[in-house]
């Protein structure tokens, strides 16, 4: 019925197949398929840890409380190694330290991968903030447009500027032609009989 929620954050009911699960490091957007067991830590333990076996493998999963995790929008989880991630619900919604997101673009990217990047490219729907991280945003279509429609505009003035001046040229030339053959405005007929003498 959707109403229970798992430790990964998805419903049952969303559970992937056993060849599509996904880790993510929003727990909104992980996908693994149908849980077989829990293991979670024992009573008194500073770790919090839970082990899940999937119908494909074991997924550690583990919520450690840190400095970023006190912060609930994307301002505040600007400073000190924070991360903001957001899906498109309200509660979707998360800050976490940037050392965790680095380990997992290491382990399910590619060990040279750049952490920025999902600042640049969204995955699975979850947009990231990584300013804290020391990503600098990406920049936004609206830039570059502007910069386009700048170029776009100066070059339509000096268009302009060289049709006015090509007219005023030839405005120029008309003056002169008129003023070398004393053109008025009036003209002289010349008359020619044939005869026959």
């Known amino acids: 019925d959707g109403q229970v929620r798992t430790v ?17 490091p929003a727990p909104w957007a992980t996908r693994l398929s149908r849980p077989v067991a829990l293991a979670p830590a024992s009573e008194g333990t500073l770790d919090g840890t839970v082990l899940v076996l999937t119908e494909a493998q074991v997924v550690r999963l583990s919520h450690k409380h840190s400095s970023c995790t006190v912060h609930g929008n994307a301002g505040d989880c600007e400073h000190g ?13 998360l800050c976490f330290e940037c050392a965790a997101l680095k380990r997992w673009v290491t382990s399910e990217m590619a060990p040279k ?60 030339r008309a003056v002169a032609l008129r003023e070398l053959y004393s053109m008025d405005d009036t003209a002289e007929f010349h ?4 005869s026959d003498r």
């Not at 609206?142 to 500027?161: I, K, P, W």
């Not at 008359?191 to 044939?194: A, K």
């Open 113 to 172: 991968a750049d952490v920025c990047s999902l600042e640049a490219d969204p995955r699975e729907g979850v947009r990231y903030n990584l300013v804290g991280c020391g990503c600098l945003p990406p920049e936004s279509g609206f830039e570059t447009h502007g910069a386009l429609q700048a170029v776009l505009s100066v070059l339509f003035v000096l268009g302009l500027l060289v049709c006015a001046m090509l007219l005023h040229r030839q405005k120029q």
């Open 191 to 194: 008359t020619f009989e044939d």
């Open 8 to 24: 990964v954050g998805a419903s049952f009911a969303d559970c992937a197949s056993p060849a599509n699960e996904t880790v993510q």
């Open 81 to 93: 190694g924070c991360a903001w991630a957001e899906g498109d619900a309200y509660e979707e919604r």
